[in-house]
């Protein structure tokens, strides 16, 4: 079976996604939680409360609701004192009934930037220490180099996916997204240097045949090892994002998009970037 041969395809299906999510992320950019913008966050218990029915007409600027348990729902709003939360919870019981105040906390801008600082700050850590293992461990730097790609092919996608759904449905990012977004990170590569290790065992025993040949022989021997592994997280993932609660919901399609993807690019992005390094390097 030779997978390699269409290397040009699997760059082409790369390119569908990866094309619509830059242009997002450049028009729309990502929409964040005041985790990175500063606000505030009141948690609140009740049975009457109807989502639909809150708005800024309460007199609270960027108000949202979102239900986060069985009675229970978190108000995310601009930065408010404790006078601005008191007056909104009384207008909440007066219009729905009894209420009861589970906790109330006020993220500043300050501590909102330092967020994105930090978030930042540990991607590009991840990126270059991955870089250095990855081109230490296999005593080439093409290998880190592709790996690296492979490994922005799935944080650009995952990004980009949020891009969207932030435009179109209003989802926000938050820690919990930066917390999936480094695990993909590691996912990704991981999956990556299994295969590069076949790669480079196949190397070992057959120098004399052809690179694209044995990358090839080293994808099919790996591709059902890692489709299999990745088909238990992927349905682990799928029960949580339907049956697991409002608050770890987009985390959980984050992980979700984010293993597909990085399943896809250690096989089919991973691999045909050595291919084409190795063309470019013998002309």
């Not at 996912?187 to 120098?207: A, E, L, W």
Request: proline share 2%; aromatic share 10%.
């Amino acid at each position: 079976m030779n997978l390699m041969h269409y290397k040009k395809l699997y760059f082409l299906i790369s390119a569908l996604f990866l094309i619509p999510s830059i242009f997002s992320l450049i028009v729309w950019g990502i929409k964040p939680s005041i985790d990175f913008t500063g606000g505030s966050i009141l948690e609140l218990r009740t049975q009457n409360l109807e989502p639909s029915k809150i708005s800024e007409t309460e007199g609270i600027e960027g108000l949202s609701v979102q239900k986060s348990g069985e009675e229970t729902y978190i108000l995310k709003t601009k930065e408010i004192d404790e006078q601005k939360k008191n007056q909104l919870l009384e207008n909440l019981k007066t219009e729905f009934g009894e209420i009861e105040e589970v906790r109330f906390e006020t993220v500043g801008p300050s501590i909102g930037k330092e967020l994105i600082k930090k978030t930042i700050l540990a991607i590009v850590l991840a990126a270059g220490f991955i870089l250095l293992y990855v081109a230490y461990r296999f005593k080439d730097k093409k290998y880190g180099v592709c790996a690296i790609l492979a490994m922005f092919h799935d944080t650009i996608i995952l990004l980009g996916a949020f891009s969207l759904l932030g435009h179109f449905l209003g989802v926000e990012i938050d820690t919990l997204f930066v917390t999936a977004l480094l695990t993909i990170l590691s996912f990704s590569v991981h999956d990556t240097v299994v295969v590069y290790d076949q790669i480079r065992d196949s190397i070992k025993k057959n120098p004399q045949v052809e690179f694209k040949a044995l990358v090839n022989k080293a994808v099919v021997e790996t591709l059902p090892r890692s489709i299999n592994n990745s088909m238990t997280i992927i349905f682990m993932l799928l029960c949580l994002y339907l049956l697991g609660g409002q608050t770890i919901r987009w985390f959980s399609l984050a992980l979700l998009i984010g293993t597909i993807s990085g399943t896809y690019s250690s096989t089919f992005t991973a691999a045909p970037l050595l291919i084409v390094w190795d063309k470019f390097k013998k002309k």
